[in-house]
């Protein structure tokens, strides 16, 4: 809404200044030397020179007012994250002192089967999380383990397939937050509606020729996705504070010249994106 704000703003000021020069251009032709003047400059013309230096002090305002806008929002999407990321690790060191209780319930009962059963299961949990642990770039691992956390906790199965990171490389680490967060989190709304056996989430990462794609897909009761979904504040949820969700993501897509193809099978919907590579952030 700000972004189109702007723009009409500027289209109003140039449409204004293009009519201000034709009328000073046919006042001097038509009235000639009856053109009024001050100190022998023509007052259309003067009135072109304020107008323009009025314009470019609003553009100023609107040019910080953006870059304002969007520190704000970067800020934001970090803290979230970084807020997130904290949840999750207070959650793991919780969960591991209700574990270790347990572990030494057990042994003290001497019932060692049930406590080496209790361990492999254990095991099996940090082997999910530590999915995250293998992607190198710091900016994806936070995310994702964040991610992971909540949709194990959820019942929400969530696979993780990355064989490049180089989209790091292509998009900013603030955008490439805002982008796979908004993704997982449209993706986490739609499944977690339908029972645990039906829910689903998977993102891939991949190098296709010079190209990088993000492809997210998720079991949905949504058979499509139409035009409104990608309009801010649109929300299918009654009283949802959300709807900005795949506005934002339409927008980084284009910000970085990728495309955005949506498609959906059976009771999938799959979002693929492909960045250019080689483009300078």
Known sequence: MICV?????????????????????????VLKDDVLDIIGIPIHLIFVVLLN?????????????????????????????FRS?????????????????????????????????????????IRINSKALTIKNPTLASI???????????MVPFEVNITNEEIVTVISSTDLIRLISNLLDNAYE??????????????????????????????????????NHFKQGYSTK???DRGYGLAIVQEITGKYNGSLVISSNDSLIIFEITFPMGLEK
């Open 5 to 29: 704000m702007n723009i009409i703003t500027v289209v109003l000021i140039v449409l204004i200044q293009l009519l201000l020069v034709f009328m000073a251009i046919i006042s001097i032709v």
């Open 53 to 81: 230096v009025i314009s470019l002090y609003i553009l100023g305002k609107i040019y910080k007012r953006e870059e304002k806008r969007k520190v704000y929002n970067a800020e934001l999407t970090h803290i979230q994250e």
């Open 85 to 125: 990321l904290v949840a999750s690790v207070r959650s793991e060191r919780h969960d591991l002192n209700n574990h270790l209780t347990v572990i030494s319930g057990l042994m003290k009962i001497n019932n060692y089967d049930a406590a080496n059963k209790y361990i492999q299961d254990m095991i099996g949990d």
């Open 144 to 154: 994702l383990y964040s991610k992971m956390d909540k949709y194990q906790r959820e």
């Open 190 to 227: 739609a499944t977690v509606e339908l029972p645990i056996e039906d829910r689903k989430i998977q993102l891939e990462i991949h190098k296709v020729n010079e190209k990088v794609k993000i492809s997210v897909q998720n079991t949905s009761i949504l058979n499509e996705i139409t035009e």
């Open 238 to 240: 009654a009283n949802s």
